[in-house]
């Protein structure tokens, strides 16, 4: 079976830098698979997510090819990647109160996600469609809190209502970039739990973006490892943080903490 999404040589370029940002790199995920990447900041990991959804600045210099189910999306004309945008590939980005509009209900937010790909559709169904994904991501009172304000949620439900407008639509390929970096533990465990419970009901595949190893470990089949804009290991969750062959991915996984960690030593650090 061909992947859902491939990505093949990607390298983006900024002027005047050194070296690429991301350095010829190629990953691919199937249906109903999550993959996991991971890395230090700077690696390259957000810009190649913004890359598959095609949000780069316009400085950057992208080649290499993107391909969903077939299709090269650096290819496509920019109206075309629009209908892609928010139905077929969805992104839920890591800090809600920055993504969402201050000044907007957040039902009207949703809903104007589901506008712009159903322009026939009704008030009385678009609403309705909004109070279902709200209700999938376990908002409480969704009808009520219809036309409550982002400043009105707490940081956990903010990041619930992201993930209904993510979802709303139904897409084939979910982006999550740290979806839980801003969120305290046990709201971070609970939105993992909603993730992991939208992906398999939806048969969702997913770029699951992130620093945290112990997050990506629970979430992730397989897993990417960056470093410098270079995939350097991929592998099985199981494989990559139980047996890690490359010495960046051993000195990552060193570098964190665990119940057993000798603290008479330092921990490994990342050079």
Not at 31 to 48: I, M, P
Not at 119 to 141: F, I, M, N, T
């Amino acid at each position: 079976m061909p992947p859902l999404l491939s990505v093949e040589d990607l390298t983006i370029r900024f002027a005047g830098a050194e070296r690429p940002a991301v350095d010829c790199i190629s990953l691919e995920i199937y249906a109903g698979e999550v993959l996991g990447v991971v890395g230090e900041s700077g690696s390259g990991k957000s810009l190649t997510s913004l890359a598959v959804l095609r949000l780069l600045p316009p400085e950057a210099e992208v080649s290499g090819s993107i391909r969903l189910a077939g299709e090269d999306l650096l290819a496509l004309p920019e109206r075309a990647m629009r209908a892609h945008r928010g139905r077929s590939i969805s992104m839920i980005f890591q800090e809600p109160m920055t993504a969402l509009n201050p000044s907007m209900t957040i039902g009207k937010q949703i809903a104007e996600a589901v506008y712009v790909h159903h322009p026939k559709l009704g008030q009385a169904e678009v609403r309705e469609r909004v109070l279902h994904a709200l209700a999938e991501v376990a908002l409480p009172d969704p009808t009520r809190r219809y036309g409550d304000y982002p400043h009105q949620f707490s940081g956990g439900q903010r990041q619930r209502i992201l993930i209904a407008m993510a979802v709303v639509n139904k897409p084939r390929l979910l982006i999550a970039d740290e979806p839980t970096t801003a969120l305290d533990v046990t709201v971070q465990a609970q939105i993992l739990r909603l993730l992991r419970t939208l992906q398999e009901e939806h048969g969702l595949s997913m770029l699951f973006i992130s620093h945290d190893l112990a997050v990506t470990a629970q979430t992730a089949n397989r897993v990417a490892v960056m470093q410098r804009g270079r995939v350097v290991e991929m592998g099985t969750a199981a494989d990559i943080f139980q047996h890690p062959q490359h010495p960046y991915t051993q000195t990552l996984l060193a570098a964190v903490p665990t119940m057993s960690t000798d603290r008479a030593k330092p921990l490994a650090t990342l050079s």
